[in-house]
């Protein structure tokens, strides 16, 4: 079955609901940290991280479009997943890199070693 060209315009409001959710984010770590800095210290240090890597992601949306050709939508959004965990616990980065790469080099074979019909 052929892929068919994205609707440009859902493209257009989930690139715009990642930047609004990134931005709601970000401030809310923000004023958390600033007006109660030691009730709520872990809170706002990962409504921070998380806030800054989706508008990282809103940055590099259209990049992320160009991904979709080579890797599936799966391996794509358990990536972005990965991302906001290695965000949130940056102890498990290492585990979770080595895991990401595994997969997305499986899916990038799988997709090469497919038959053509």
Partial sequence: MPDRPPDTSI?????LAIGILGLAMLTTGGLMYGLVPAANIVVSAVLIRAGMLLCVVWLAFDQLQ??????????LTVGLGVLVLM?????????????CVAVGAL??????LRTQR
């Fill in 66 to 75: 160009q991904l979709s050709k080579y890797f599936s939508t799966i391996v």
């Fill in 11 to 15: 493209l257009r409001y989930q690139k």
């Fill in 107 to 112: 899916s990038l074979a799988a997709k090469f």
């Fill in 87 to 99: 965000a949130v616990r940056p102890s498990l980065s290492k585990i979770v890199l080595v895991m």
